[in-house]
T-cell receptor, first 114, second 114 residues
Framework: KQEVTQIPAALSVPEGENLVLNCSFTDSAIYNLQWFRQDPGKGLTSLLLIQSSQREQTSGRLNASLDKSSGRSTLYIAASQPGDSATYLCAVRRRETSGSRLTFGEGTQLTVNP | NAGVTQTPKFQVLKTGQSMTLQCAQDMNHNSMYWYRQDPGMGLRLIYYSASEGTTDKGEVPNGYNVSRLNKREFSLRLESAAPSQTSVYFC?????????????FGPGTRLTVT
């Protein structure tokens, strides 16, 4: 059974700091890994999708890496801003015989202080 | 282009009552999903529909039924609500299920069962 763990559960940083969020998964047989952002009381917004054959993806100040063999992904946020405050979730899509499913971590709650 | 929409946004039910959560997407996606999000449990898949006319159970299907009404709409029904079904429910869609497509989420339905 695929398990996804995110560390730390919560993180508080001053504005302008570069930071790294971590995600680990137990089964390396995945199609892809997706990072989401969730604001309080809102739905999930997709940030980055990394296919299993890729090593990293970038979007603006965000960079996500994937090391499938070690079961790890990181989300790097450069020059953090108060507007980046949210919960960040990673999810892996594992291979199954009938369709594929996302397994989510519990998220890292990020607070960026002005 | 609204993406994924869900109705209602909030609902309070009494134990034993029934209700249907509605979800629609306007991205011409083939696959649709229902998740629930609970504190300490993360997001868990209830049911999914890989394509119009098909539905499959996810991790936590007990107490729920689904209907893929057409390509756009995927509804989730609680026949006899229980307090354990108090949760936030998210609908999602993706272009496909088997291949490595990104999932897009709706804003959620916050359900309380008393």
């Amino acid at each position: 059974k695929q398990e996804v763990t995110q560390i730390p559960a919560a993180l508080s940083v001053p504005e302008g700091e570069n930071l790294v969020l971590n995600c680990s998964f137990t089964d390396s047989a995945i199609y892809n890994l997706q990072w989401f952002r969730q604001d309080p009381g809102k739905g999930l917004t997709s940030l980055l999708l990394i296919q299993s054959s890729q090593r990293e993806q970038t979007s603006g100040r965000l960079n996500a890496s994937l090391d499938k063999s070690s079961g790890r992904s990181t989300l790097y946020i450069a020059a953090s801003q108060p507007g980046d405050s949210a919960t960040y979730l990673c999810a892996v899509r594992r291979r199954e015989t009938s369709g594929s499913r996302l397994t989510f971590g519990e998220g890292t709650q990020l607070t960026v202080n002005p | 282009n609204a993406g994924v929409t869900q109705t209602p946004k909030f609902q309070v039910l009494k134990t034993g009552q029934s209700m249907t959560l509605q979800c629609a997407q306007d991205m011409n996606h083939n696959s649709m999903y229902w998740y629930r999000q609970d504190p300490g449990m993360g997001l868990r898949l209830i049911y999914y529909s890989a394509s119009e006319g098909t539905t499959d159970k996810g991790e936590v299907p007990n107490g729920y039924n689904v209907s893929r009404l057409n390509k756009r709409e995927f509804s989730l029904r609680l026949e006899s609500a229980a307090p354990s079904q108090t949760s936030v429910y998210f609908c999602a869609s993706s272009q496909g299920a088997v291949n490595s497509y990104e999932q897009y989420f709706g804003p959620g339905t916050r359900l309380t069962v008393t």
